[in-house]
Nanobody, 114 residues
Framework: QVQLVESGGGFVQPGGSLRLSCAAS????????MSWYRQAPGKERELVAL???????NYAGSVKGRFIISRDRAKNTVYLQMNSLKPEDTAVYYC????????WGQGTQVTVSS
């Protein structure tokens, strides 16, 4: 049974940092592309960052240079380090496993506000 469990969201002031975690189970983690998406109120869900099994990464232009995606094969976990956070980063952040059938986590709220 595939499971993706996100954690690490919260409230932070502009300029602050958070690290999101997504613990994966039920599938061979090393074989799949993993990514982070976000959805702000009234907006469509958008890709934030993606990590391939081979170590490649890709970022949305709005977060490039501020966010870092990484994956730990030993822990079956994908992380999103978010630095220099802005109010426009406020959203629910979702972990996604790409594949013939996509799987999503339940999401974790990130709020950036003074």
């Amino acid at each position: 049974q595939v499971q993706l469990v996100e954690s690490g969201g919260g409230f932070v002031q502009p300029g602050g940092s958070l690290r999101l975690s997504c613990a994966a189970s039920g599938f061979p983690f090393s074989d799949y592309i993993m990514s982070w998406y976000r959805q702000a109120p009234g907006k469509e869900r958008e890709l934030v960052a993606l990590a391939t099994p081979g170590g490649g990464t890709n970022y949305a232009g709005s977060v490039k240079g501020r966010f870092i995606i990484s994956r730990d094969r030993a822990k079956n976990t994908v992380y999103l380090q978010m630095n220099s956070l802005k109010p426009e980063d406020t959203a629910v952040y979702y972990c996604k496993r790409h594949g013939p059938r996509d799987f999503w986590g339940q999401g974790t709220q990130v709020t950036v506000s003074s």
